[in-house]
């Protein structure tokens, strides 16, 4: 197998890793805070506009990893460096 | 498929090329200064206000409001800069309905840029509000074994903070771009919708979090009580 073929095929098969592992744990983290967050609300409504300000905050915090992951596949893939340097002709 | 409003280029001349990025972020600034200079220029204080002045008291005041929530400050001299940064972000991504329109923030010089500010008026807050040596003493605690960690996390937050928005903002340009191959006319609006509700609540991340890093540098450390929001991130 020449360069381009292994990069191509790891660059693709990494970035499907990537996303799909990468996404669990945000999934599960967002689940978690969100659950707790209802029930907090349900205890206290009085409380809902602090404890919906903080929960928004933390979603976006926990869901940046997952955008972190998003943002690596989509290096990998439409702005891959290796590839660039395999596909450009030698001395570019 | 382009990803990033970079690539698109208006005009070139020699090095110097005008591309999206740039000419929508002078849109964006034409914009929020040609409101608010209309606006303000004839002010009422009576009872008889027009309806945009109504709109930027309630805007003005709104973020006045969570400033105050957040830090337990009064928002006086921290208005300008956070609420600079919630408007301007907010409207990059509000323009979005309009065809054509690209969202500066869906590019990471932008992001980056606006991170650096961050970066550089978190100190410049702190030393004006405890002095330098106050400020450069909390680097150092608990102990001095923390300094690498607390350098670490002061430059690691603002790489966070700046890939945060620009990981928002493109990953619905990107999913708007797929699905309209996928499956057109439909899905492609709820996507677009669902990205302005991002864009909103992104600008508004960036604009707390940015208070919550000033308020963590001006407060937190003079024996009085953290701000309540005051978690570190990443």
Redesign the interface.
């Given at each position: 197998m020449d360069d381009i073929s292994i990069i191509g095929m790891a660059s693709i098969f990494t970035a499907g890793l990537t996303i799909a592992i990468g996404s669990i744990g945000p999934a599960f983290g967002e689940a978690r805070a969100v659950a707790q967050a209802l029930s907090a609300i349900a205890q206290q409504p009085d409380e809902s506009a602090?404890i919906t300000?903080?929960l928004?905050?933390g979603l976006?915090?926990i869901?940046?990893t997952a955008?972190?992951c998003?943002?690596v596949t989509?290096i990998l893939i439409?702005?891959n460096p290796f590839w660039d340097y395999v596909t450009k002709p030698a001395g570019g | 498929m382009t990803i990033s409003p970079d690539d698109v280029v208006f005009w070139q001349w020699g090095m110097i090329s005008l591309n999206a990025t740039i000419v929508y972020t002078w849109v964006v600034m034409a914009l929020l200064t040609l409101i608010s200079w209309l606006v303000t220029h004839r002010l009422s204080s009576g009872t008889d206000i027009s309806r945009w002045q109504n709109l930027l008291e309630v805007l003005v005041t709104g973020i006045g409001d969570q400033i105050r929530e957040v830090s337990h400050t009064e928002p006086g001299k921290y208005l300008p800069f956070v609420g600079t940064l919630f408007l301007f972000i907010a409207l990059a991504n509000l323009l979005n309905v309009i065809p054509g329109y690209l969202a500066p923030t869906g590019s990471l010089s932008t992001t980056t840029a606006l991170a650096i500010c961050v970066f550089v008026a978190v100190p410049i807050y702190g030393i004006a509000s405890q002095g330098p040596l106050n400020y450069l003493k909390h680097y150092i605690k608990p102990t001095v074994l923390m300094l690498p960690f607390n350098i670490i996390g002061e430059i690691s937050r603002t790489i966070a903070l700046a890939v945060r928005l620009y990981g928002n903002i493109m990953s619905g340009t990107v999913i708007v771009a797929i699905l309209l191959s996928l499956t057109p006319y439909f899905f492609p609006i709820v996507m677009q919708l669902l990205g302005l509700l991002t864009g909103m609540i992104q600008a508004y991340i960036f604009a707390i979090l940015a208070m919550v890093y000033i308020a963590s540098a001006t407060t937190a450390h003079d024996g009085g009580e953290p701000p309540e929001n005051s978690q570190e991130t990443q």
């Open positions: 602090t300000r903080t928004f905050v976006a915090m869901e940046s955008i972190y998003f943002v989509m439409f702005a | -």
